[in-house]
């Protein structure tokens, strides 16, 4: 399983940013997408995931209202538009897949490489 994050950049704060993730190597629909973050000299945390048909999705506090995360099964792909983005919001993002948020919560699952996302005026 190869999972392909990209999107990242610099913007200042009150801006927008939006990841996208491709997947390749099984069948995507039959899992749960996930994003996480870590910051530097912080743990890795949960922002946001969506179940295998996009009918439902799930957002850490931190980012309810101001992130949405989406996928679109025809393209192997998901998404995560960010907006109203927050100094706080600096860290390296990471495209999970995984069986469950709780699963991948604990560190299974397939991660990709990571992208940068940097919030500052």
């Known amino acids: 399983v190869q999972l392909q994050a990209s999107g990242g950049g610099s913007m200042q704060p009150g801006g927008s940013l939006r990841l996208a993730c491709a997947a390749s190597?099984?069948?995507?629909?039959?899992?749960?997408m996930a994003w996480f973050r870590q910051a530097p000299g912080k743990e890795r945390e949960f922002v946001a995931a969506i179940n295998w048909s996009g009918g439902a999705t799930f957002y850490a506090d931190s980012v309810k209202g101001r992130f949405t995360i989406s996928r679109d099964n025809a393209k192997n792909s998901v998404y995560m538009q960010m907006n109203s983005l927050k100094p706080e919001d600096t860290a390296v993002y990471y495209c999970?897949?995984?069986?469950?948020?709780?699963?991948?919560?604990?560190?299974?699952?397939?991660w990709g490489q990571g992208t940068q996302v940097t919030v500052s005026s």
């Open positions: 190597g099984r069948t995507f629909s039959n899992y749960v």
């Open positions: 999970a897949q995984g069986a469950s948020i709780a699963t991948m919560k604990g560190g299974a699952g397939y």
